[in-house]
């Protein structure tokens, strides 16, 4: 045992290894994606891990090790729920044998999410159980508790961190080296296993009663609580609990209830907790979820309990709460007069905009540059997707008119096609986005006989979530090197007439395979081949000779690199940032901008 | 002892490295230590922060606002941005030397003197310059941990620099070491004039 100064993601790690956890999977997504990352960090013995090609597959691969009676956890963002809720609706129904552990990172915000969903409202909905840490040292006792709970009830069991919990660091006592758990294997019981209508009716009913035998049993669980007795209480959960003490320590007579087992609602602590309250304020994020429990509790057991939240306008129904809101809210609600202990920011000059952007030498932006050169003067329809290249709808580049979720781009532009003829349908994905959900998009394109351009921007990594493996690189979780699966031959297999890979730092041939792909009827691709800056060493940077440049700034105008700037009415190079990729050269009308 | 830092920049300055350093630190004291950052899309260019908290009773990972007793800023504005977070009596640690915003976000004439200024006229502040004090070593790569040497020379990191030493030593990869030890020095002189 030693202690381990860790990210709430690798306090969920830890206590998953702590529990003996057989396999894990999962699919990359902020706030997420280091729980895997550290499971492979730690030394183990017997655990099987694995970066799955999606969400889907995860929770698949995860069920049937349950199924197994081995201990399984899978992990993801919220939205990749999302993706994966079609086997985990089946999957309460059939239930499990092994722990199932199902973790899915809410981002309030949203920090980095298309989304504000709430993972409380899908175990309601899935009628599982759903533990909500209030911090990384209660994540890494949860994580635990849930694969118990997970065997005791037989049911796939939810963890919902949340952003704040999962980027939040501190030092966790747990073992050094870990062993999976004996498991018996599977048992083939075919009315247990295949989920038929008449099972699902039969474990619905089951389901239901189960439940409120597991209200009662979390009602005694040790991550709900309250303190304080006074008729004023606030309910909180989550990392809102944590903002709420920390304003309240220094009230230890308010009463405060923390609920960390949000569903089946532990309805006899409810009770108990509210007895002799009269008014109540729920702090929470995403949802008024605790809050409408509570009113429904209320309604229910005739509680004469005032109830302010989201739904009375008291907490803000977007975004996420901290502690300098909770100080407001509970404050306000509670009609204390706190002082402000802040220096004066009335004079403040306004910091400038840092909007998030494209590394300076990231390949995408050659890419996008190349289609839009490609594409001026013509109607075309740009469909973006999921990941750092989302950026490219930002201004000079202005590439992206959609974006909707992960996959999107392709099906998107067929739509567009299928609306629109004239235009020229083109999608941008990335590599593991092109192998997590685009690869069906370009099967349906074939199928049903679309006009458009498929672009791959294939970096050889999955760069948003902090450079991941996928099956286009090579490398695995358990072992390296494996067969490499090539984009190309995908694409050529599905029927994609013309497929074309090119590097896009060489602007001239990129921007001729654009065009070349714009004349030709069908579904054609293009592989724009060129390895993420973040991962690869720079061999030259860039310079500007100031004798040579004119102050035209095109260079600037035209790409919006952050290795840029203007000095003197001239272009310079942030030579700290520039990675040599030379595409500024190439637009240079004076030729003032060379290697050195 | 209880102490609430916070650290603050542009993505790619190296806030979080500086955090990792300083609770490590505070952990080889035998202080509890917590830290929370920025992470995901907003690296990329954006302002970061990483709250620092050791001691004493912190439940949330961030600092309240009017909680800070120390703000470590590796460029001006971004000091700016964050200075809501400083106690009235708190004290910041400033790096001069700005990052321009990207070349199509406004602010071209930004260079950080007014932001400053302001820090000058309304708080107790360290100014440093990590371009001086990287001179000698001729790369501006290990500034982050230089600035963290002033504000341990001023002595309000409340941490022996012993110990921060060491987790320098244990937390840097071997081939960085060095420098980032000598940057550390060169920081923690200029913070030493200026201790409390």
Redesign the interface.
């Known amino acids: 045992m030693s ?1 381990k ?1 860790v990210m709430g993601n690798g306090a969920i790690a830890l206590g998953a290894l702590s529990a003996g956890v057989n396999l894990v999977s999962g699919y990359p997504g ?2 997420s994606s280091e729980i895997i990352e550290t499971v492979s960090k730690y030394p183990h013995n017997g655990t099987y891990i694995e970066w799955s090609v999606n969400e889907k597959a995860a929770m698949e691969v995860a069920s049937a090790a349950a199924y197994c009676g081995a201990r399984a956890m899978v992990t993801m963002k919220q939205v990749g729920l999302n993706v994966a809720s079609d086997p985990l609706m089946s999957l309460a129904y059939v239930g499990v044998k092994g722990g199932m552990v199902v973790v899915s990172a809410d981002d309030p915000g949203p ?2 999410s298309q989304t504000e969903q709430d993972t409380r409202r899908f175990a309601e909905f899935c009628r599982i159980p759903v533990f909500d840490p209030s ?1 990384p040292e209660e994540a890494f006792d949860m994580v635990q508790e849930a694969f118990e709970y997970s065997e005791k009830y037989k049911t796939p069991v939810i963890l919902r961190p949340t952003t ?2 999962d ?5 966790i006592e747990a073992p050094d080296s870990f062993s999976a758990k004996e498991y018996e294997g599977f048992v083939k019981d075919s009315k247990k296993w295949v989920i038929f209508p008449r099972l699902s009716f039969a474990n619905h009913a089951m389901i239901e009663k189960r439940n409120v035998e597991i209200g009662e049993d979390f009602s005694s669980s040790r991550f709900n609580s309250f303190t304080g007795s006074s008729k004023k209480a606030v309910i909180a959960t989550g ?1 809102s609990y ?2 709420a ?3 309240l ?1 220094d009230y230890p007579d308010i009463r405060l209830i923390k609920v960390g087992t949000p569903h089946p609602l532990p309805e006899s602590f409810m009770l108990k907790a509210l007895e002799g309250v009269d008014e109540v304020l729920c702090f929470e994020e995403l949802s008024p979820y605790i809050e409408e429990n509570v009113l429904k509790l209320a309604g229910k057991h005739h509680l004469n309990i005032k109830v302010r939240g989201k739904l009375t306008d008291d907490v803000p129904s977007s975004g996420e709460n ?3 809101s ?2 407001r809210i509970i404050s306000g609600f509670l009609g204390f007069d706190i002082a ?6 009335d ?3 306004q ?9 300076a030498g990231c390949p995408h932006r050659a890419s996008f540059y190349a289609v839009k050169r490609a594409m001026k003067g013509r109607k075309a329809y740009f469909c973006g997707d999921i990941g ?1 290249y989302t ?1 490219g709808n930002a ?2 580049l202005d590439m992206v008119d959609t974006c909707l979720c992960m996959g999107a781009g392709i099906t998107m532009a067929q739509g567009f096609n299928h609306m629109d003829s004239d235009a020229v349908a083109i999608s941008f994905t990335g590599d593991s986005t092109f192998f997590a959900s685009g690869m069906t998009g370009v099967v349906n394109a074939v199928y049903n006989a679309v006009d458009m351009i498929v672009c791959v921007l294939d970096n050889s990594t999955t760069a ?1 979530t902090g450079h991941q493996p996928h099956p286009g690189t090579g490398r695995n979780m358990m072992s390296a090197p494996v067969e490499k699966i090539s984009i190309e031959k995908i694409l050529l297999a599905a029927g994609v007439k013309k497929v074309i890979t090119v590097d896009p730092l060489d602007l001239d041939a990129s921007i001729a395979a654009v065009r070349e792909c714009a004349e030709i009827k069908g579904v054609k691709a293009i592989i724009f081949k060129s390895p993420c800056v973040a991962i690869v060493k720079p061999d030259k940077k860039m310079k500007v000779d100031s004798e040579k440049c004119i102050g035209c700034m095109r260079c ?2 035209e790409l ?3 290795a ?3 000095s003197d009415g001239k272009a310079v190079i942030d030579e ?1 940032l520039c990675t040599g990729c030379g595409l500024c050269a190439k637009l240079c009308p004076v030729g003032a901008i060379g290697g050195c | 002892m209880k102490k609430d830092i916070l650290i603050c920049g542009v993505g790619g300055q190296g806030t979080v490295l500086a955090s990792k350093i300083i609770a490590a630190s505070a952990m080889d004291e035998g202080y509890t230590a917590h830290s929370a950052e920025t992470i995901g899309m907003a690296q990329r260019g954006g302002p970061v922060t990483s709250h620092v908290r050791i001691g004493g009773s912190a439940y949330s990972p961030l600092i309240p606002i009017g909680g800070a007793d120390l703000l470590i800023a590796f460029e001006p504005s971004e000091a700016v941005r964050n200075l809501k977070y400083i106690k009235k009596d708190g004290f910041v640690v400033v790096n001069r030397v700005p990052v321009k915003p990207t070349s199509l976000g406004g602010g071209a004439d930004y260079d950080g003197k007014a932001e400053i200024e302001f820090l000058k006229s309304v708080c107790d502040c360290l100014v440093v310059d990590s371009d001086e004090m990287c001179a000698p070593f001729g790369s501006s790569k290990f500034f982050n941990v230089a600035v963290l040497g002033a504000a341990s020379g001023t002595g309000r990191l409340g941490i022996k620099a012993e110990t921060i030493q060491n987790s320098i030593i244990k937390i840097v990869p071997d081939r960085f070491k060095e420098k980032n030890l000598a940057a550390f020095d060169a920081g923690k002189k200029i913070g030493e004039k200026n201790a409390d």
């Open positions: 202690k100064y902020t706030p920090i980095s911090s704040r919990v980027h939040a660091y501190a030092s990392v944590a903002y003490r920390e304003f320590k901290d502690s300098d909770a100080k402000e202990n802040s220096v004066s920011l004079d403040a000059p910091p400038p905009a840092r909007p998030p952007v494209l590394c750092c950026l201004m000079p948003m600037i105008k919006g690199c952050p840029l700037s203007v700290n």
